[in-house]
């Protein structure tokens, strides 16, 4: 079965006044149908740019995909005209942005803004597309809903606006979803709510999902596969299980052991990982996390390190691990 | 919202009233007075003119008067026509101050609105270019400088167009300009940045990943939003453009209400100054009022405060 | 478990502080510096006009009246034989004087009524700002004229009218400067380590809210010009002999149809000028916000 989406060597870069930034350089990965995926990362890593470039919603002049390939259902969404791509955004892909306080228009309803892409891409009337909008909100769980069809965003609480906007986001019933960090605005009891109703959403429709965000908790309960990005690349990719228990990547198990754990002792300090991402407009020949890695050998300054199979449906980029050492590993 | 508007009126009439009390103060600091003439009067026959005009009782009595005869729409009688009362000379006046006003008005936004939007929406391309460049220029030179530029090129050496007077289009459309150019500028420029500004928002981001059409996008989400800061400047603006109009109408010898109340200050007409000043503060309070409420009628998130 | 502690190289970026960033930013604006050289240069040979021609401004030649541009007098002379571009020249160091002094006077009163409103709050704030609502109110020029007539003619009392209406602008900015920093995260830092009211004002507030006085100060300069032109066309500005633009305007004005030039010579001065203070203004607010800094 081909999968759904498949992201081809996607490279988009940024034009700036300092220089080229090369946010995603390189970056591949797949959803089936009906799956979810993470992609995890620290912020500037590149996941939301990846996420833009399938929409083609990265700005522009300043931002440019340059090379690759995005394949949905076999088309290659980036050889589609203007026209046949609006077809696409809100029907087919959907988006589920990350500040629902600045990602709403404040003039227009709540519920109008639900059923534009219903007027558009179902032909609905504006009083079709409220009713439909309505039923949405009660669906994502806001009580009263057709009182607050006729709300403005600021009438919203942050948690309610984030409901909002998935309901925007599942409206035409889209086949995929992207969720943009979905819930780091929120806290955590709604945390919980919102990755719940997503999930049942996506399970009732056979949605596919793509879950961006450094979350690491919440990514072990939802995706299936976990793609891990750093400074604009994949270093790591493989089902949640594998990568959780036996990460083959020092920056993912960095990542792991940064978390703050209730079963752990209380004094036990938290162990960030050190330093800074590289400079995406210049970055150091070899492998981008030798500043910080400490298990850094002489090749890793070499030679940019690629994907490659180190367990079975186990792929990560790194010198080391692919010599067959991981002392970053936990004995079990 | 009605009791939005009612406190608003309140506050209008306070406001007014205090216009006219420090008005009232000033003009009776000036020295000289309404009879001073080139060759001055004999002292019994000013005495005599004081006592008529009520001129001889304590100031505070002369305002209280004053301020009872304007709730009864009173304003006096004017001391250098003395057989007008200040309502009818400002009422002559007034059609071709208000025609002056409106015309510049929608002139200035019919050009301005435009202008900015398409220089926001094609950024650093020819139009963008020179609609800043004009928006510059015509901000800073004044109406009135403007006016003599104007008139140099198109009276005296094209004679196409009369220097002065009201009433045909040749002589209206060269005042028009010149009152229309600044706030023409001014909305352009605010619109230029406030569409620019608007346009990188996250939700036009979130409009345009639904996948409706552009000009949906531009309309409904970023014209909306960005012609919201012109209604907000639409108050001083308009106040710009009523004192802008008293200076016009005095280069181009337009008899509206400008002149005359230029003229009332130099002959010391108390009741003509008084009312020109209640006249235009008037207008002013009145149409901030009017920006005001549409204001809260465009953007929700005033209304509900 | 853990991850042996690397290097912590971040990569660099020069480092530039908020004013040394704007006068960068400003020096590259080629219509701001336009603008700032016009103005410089207009004020030294305002200065130096003494040096520049050896005509006085009030001086009258009455057997060369109202001449057109010659080797002689470089603009002409007007109905009085007076030699029009020493009077431009003079003329100003009226204009440029009213900018100046006006402008002083706003920010004298405006920037302590402003500060005072806007870091006290509460009532203070409130009975200022009903006061700055009236001042509103009342059109300026109305006010100015008024006021003309009480304070009298000379030129300082000219300089103050125009002040006393102008410092509205400048407090309520200050005050909406003042107010939403107050509220920001730094000043909680800087009361938390002990800061009290006028340090707070002086070191945290006042620099902050600096920028945006800055330009409105730069605009309000050719606006006083303005007012001070047009008063002296109606024939309240400044009493003659001091020269003026506005009432070399005037004057002007009533040989418009044969002798147009002289019109047209202060006219374009007072255009330049203000313009060049826009161009000024408009650059100084770019270089200034720090939104736009690198």
């Known amino acids: 079965m081909t999968p759904l989406l498949q992201v081809r060597n996607i490279k988009t870069y940024f034009h700036t006044q300092d220089g080229v930034v090369k946010a995603v350089d390189g970056v591949s990965y797949d959803v089936e149908r009906g799956e979810t995926i993470a992609l995890v990362g620290e912020s500037g890593c590149g996941k939301t740019v990846s996420a833009l470039s399938i929409l083609r919603l990265v700005a522009e002049p300043a931002g440019k995909i340059m090379s690759g390939e995005i394949l949905f259902d076999k088309v290659d969404l980036l050889k589609l005209s203007d026209e046949e791509m609006r077809k696409m955004r809100g029907a087919k892909i959907s988006i589920i942005f990350q500040e629902p306080l600045t990602s709403l228009n404040p003039v227009l309803t709540i519920g109008r803004q639900i ?55 599942i409206a035409c019933q889209p086949q995929l979803i992207i969720a943009d960090e979905p819930t780091t605005v929120v806290d955590v009891t709604i945390q919980a709510q919102l990755l719940e109703l997503i999930k049942n959403i996506t399970k009732e429709h056979n949605t596919s999902l793509i879950l961006i965000t450094h979350n690491l908790g919440i990514v072990a309960r939802y995706a299936k596969r976990v793609f891990v990005m750093y400074a604009g690349n994949i270093v790591e990719y493989g089902s949640a299980m594998d990568v959780y228990h036996s990460p083959c990547h020092p920056y993912t198990a960095g990542l792991l052991a940064s978390v703050p754990r209730l079963d752990e002792p209380r004094k036990t300090r938290l162990q960030p990982i050190e330093g800074q991402p590289p400079d995406l407009i210049a970055p150091p020949m070899g492998c981008s996390f030798q500043d910080r890695c400490g298990y850094c050998i002489g090749e890793c300054q070499k030679e940019t390190p690629h994907l490659s199979e180190v367990t079975p449906n186990h792929y990560a980029a790194c010198c080391v691990s692919q010599k067959g050492s991981r002392q970053w590993q936990k004995s079990s | 919202m009605g009791r939005f508007i009612v406190r608003r009126i309140l506050w209008l009439f306070l406001v007014l009233f205090v216009v006219l009390l420090i008005t009232f103060v000033l003009m009776h600091l000036v020295p000289g007075g309404p009879w001073d003439r080139e060759k001055a009067l004999a002292p019994k026959v000013v005495e005599a003119l004081n006592k008529r005009y009520g001129l001889d009782l304590p100031l505070w009595r002369q ?211 008084m009312g020109g000043v209640l006249f235009y503060a008037f207008t002013i309070a009145l149409l901030n009022l009017v920006v005001d409420i549409l204001y809260a009628a465009i953007d929700p998130r005033i209304r509900y405060e | 478990m853990a991850i042996a502690i690397k290097s912590t190289k971040a990569f660099e970026r020069p480092h530039h502080s908020l004013w040394g960033d704007a006068i960068v930013r400003l020096r590259r604006n080629y219509f701001a510096m336009i603008g700032l050289g016009f103005i410089v240069l207009l004020a030294i040979a305002a200065i130096c006009a003494p040096l520049i021609t050896h005509y006085g401004f009030a001086d009258q030649h009455l057997t060369e009246i109202l001449q057109g541009p010659s080797w002689k007098h470089w603009m002409g002379t007007d109905q009085l034989g007076r030699d029009t571009f020493a009077r431009l020249l003079y003329g100003a160091r009226t204009s440029l004087a009213v900018g100046i002094f006006t402008q002083f006077i706003v920010i004298c009163i405006g920037l302590p009524v402003g500060a005072s409103a806007g870091y006290m709050g509460g009532r203070v704030d409130n009975y200022i700002m009903r006061f700055v609502d009236i001042m509103y109110a009342f059109p300026d020029i109305l006010l100015i004229i008024l006021l003309r007539s009480v304070l009298g003619g000379s030129i300082y009392m000219l300089f103050l009218a125009i002040g006393l209406v102008g410092w509205v602008n400048i407090a309520r900015l200050v005050r909406g400067q003042i107010m939403s920093l107050k509220s920001r995260d730094y000043i909680s830092a800087a009361k938390a380590m002990g800061g009290m009211g006028r340090y707070i004002t002086w070191r945290h507030l006042l620099p902050n809210s600096l920028g945006p006085i800055i330009v409105s100060v730069t605009f309000n300069v050719p606006r006083a010009i303005f007012t001070e032109a047009a008063l002296s066309y109606i024939g309240i500005g400044v009493k003659p002999p001091t020269p003026s633009w506005g009432a070399m305007i005037q004057d002007g004005f009533n040989l418009i149809f044969s002798k147009p030039y002289m019109l047209l010579f202060p006219a374009i001065a007072l255009a330049l000028l203000m313009l060049a203070f826009t161009f000024l203004g408009d650059g100084l607010r770019d270089a200034l916000d720090p939104k736009l800094r690198r």
Not at chain 1, 152 to 165: D, L, N, T, V
Not at chain 2, 229 to 238: H, R, S, Y
């Open chain 1, 115 to 169: 059923s534009e892409g219903l007027e558009f891409h179902k032909n609905m009337s504006v009083p079709e597309g409220m009713q439909e909008a309505t039923r949405l909100l009660k669906l994502v769980g806001i009580p009263h809903p057709e009182r607050r069809v006729y709300d403005y965003p600021h009438q919203f609480s942050g948690g309610m606006r984030q409901r909002a906007m998935i309901a925007i986001a």
């Open chain 2, 63 to 273: 305002f209280v008067n004053y301020v009872w005869g304007v709730l009864h729409g009173d304003l006096g009688i004017s001391y250098s026509y003395s057989d007008r009362t200040v309502t009818s000379i400002l009422l002559h006046g007034l059609p071709k101050t208000a025609t002056l006003g409106i015309l510049a008005f929608v002139f200035a936004q019919a050009i301005g609105i435009p202008f900015g939007v398409a220089a926001a929406l094609k950024q650093n391309s020819a139009i963008d270019y020179t609609s800043v460049l004009f928006s510059t220029i015509f901000a800073s030179i004044p109406g009135f400088v403007l006016g003599i530029l104007l008139m140099v090129i198109f009276s005296v050496v094209l004679h196409w167009l009369p220097t002065s007077g009201w009433g045909s289009p040749q002589q209206i459309i060269m005042p028009v300009i010149c009152l229309a150019a600044l706030p023409a500028a001014q909305s352009s420029r605010i619109t230029r940045a406030s569409t620019l500004e608007v346009m990188h928002q996250d939700y036009v981001r979130t409009a345009r990943s639904k996948g409706i059409l552009e000009s949906s996008v531009r309309i409904r989400h970023i014209f909306r939003n960005s012609l919201i800061p012109v209604v907000t400047v639409a108050g001083p603006v308009l106040a710009d453009l009523i004192t802008g109009s008293f200076i016009i109408e005095n280069l181009f010898a337009i008899p509206g209400v400008g002149r005359i109340f230029v003229q009332g200050i130099f002959s010391r007409d108390y009741t003509l100054i």
